[in-house]
């Protein structure tokens, strides 16, 4: 189970991508060679540990499993009324996968600002970020790796359709740079327990309010 850093996969004897300083873990068998990179905290678990452990995420919240649920991932999320939409797209429980540069893509993408309030949102805005959430993730697969495990090549996470590697993204990493949609400056703050650094556009992801019982607006 690994809280931060990642994992990449290579062949025997292949070169890694990243230099061996920043290496904390090797695992290897006769095909494969598992190393996590900048990894501070890591737990290791057998086999009917796993099966216990209930931060381990079932398939039907993993956006990429072929049994995730849609519609229930909805429910959750609506159920977090009261919680900022950003932080609850990283809560594993909730939906699994999203990462926190898809985090901030799939909320410009949907022109929701990460900071409001998930009660903020009708069913319809949240049916979007899930299929949008979808999308995004199935997109940045290769489409021929099946259930296999594919040597790690350096693939960078892409949003747009540009074919430039330097506009792959819309808002992520992008903080004073211009929307690339209405030129607007891109925000950056972090956001939840923490500390997640979070990219949007104040302009296209406006913040919407909750109307209380009086009518009144509130965030």
């Not at 990449?8 to 061996?20: A, D, K, N, S, V």
């Not at 499993?65 to 609850?88: K, Q, T, W, Y």
């Amino acid at each position: 189970m690994l809280m931060s850093g990642s994992w990449h996969i290579y062949r025997p004897g292949e070169r890694w991508q990243r230099p061996h300083s920043q290496m904390r873990i090797v695992l290897e068998t006769s095909d494969y060679v598992a190393v996590a990179f900048t990894v501070p905290v890591a737990k290791m678990l057998r086999a009917r540990e796993l099966e216990r452990e209930f931060r381990i995420p079932v398939s039907t919240t993993d956006v990429l499993s072929p049994d995730f649920d849609a519609a229930e991932a909805a429910h959750r999320i609506a159920a977090c009324a009261a919680e900022e939409i950003g932080n609850v797209l990283l809560r594993q429980s909730v939906i699994a996968g999203i990462g926190n540069v898809y985090k901030s893509e799939i909320c410009f993408l949907t022109a929701i600002n990460p900071y409001g309030k998930v009660e903020t949102l009708d069913p319809d805005r949240v049916k979007l970020l899930v299929a949008t959430a979808q999308r995004l993730m199935n997109a940045n697969v290769l489409e021929d790796s099946g259930n296999a495990i594919v040597t790690y090549a350096g693939r960078k996470r892409r949003t747009t359709h540009a074919d430039d590697p330097g506009e792959n993204l819309w808002v992520y990493g992008r903080a004073g740079q211009p929307c690339r949609r209405c030129a607007t400056p891109i925000e950056k703050h972090a956001q939840g327990p923490d500390a997640r650094v979070t990219f949007w556009c104040p302009q296209c992801q406006p913040i919407l309010c909750s109307v209380d019982a009086d009518g009144l607006c509130g965030r």
